[in-house]
């Protein structure tokens, strides 16, 4: 939780966050998940069309056990998909 407030990501998710730890840069993608909205945030990063925001805060991580998946079943979600269209 404290990685969401210090990145100032309290719009939703999925999110998708670009680090440069090393220049303390950080690159938010605002618009909605898709693919192809992914794949036109990658080719801005790259090609330094994105704007890069200072990274405020240090970020840390913490190590955890892989998932068993003995504690929870995965959700199974009913919908129309590509296919069905």
């Known amino acids: ?3 969401e407030r210090s990145l100032n990501l309290g719009f939703g998710f999925p999110a998708v966050v ?3 730890p090393s220049k303390q840069k950080v690159a938010i993608m605002k618009a909605s998940f898709s693919e192809n ?3 036109e945030f990658l080719s801005d990063l790259m090609s330094g069309r994105t704007g890069l925001d200072d990274l405020k805060a240090k970020l840390s991580f913490k190590s ?3 998932w068993d998946g003995k504690d929870a ?3 199974e ?3 129309l998909y590509n296919d069905d269209l």
């Open 77 to 79: 979600e009913e919908g």
């Open 18 to 20: 670009a680090v440069s």
């Open 64 to 66: 955890s056990e892989a």
């Open 1 to 3: 939780m404290d990685m």
């Open 73 to 75: 079943t995965p959700i």
């Open 37 to 39: 909205n992914f794949s």
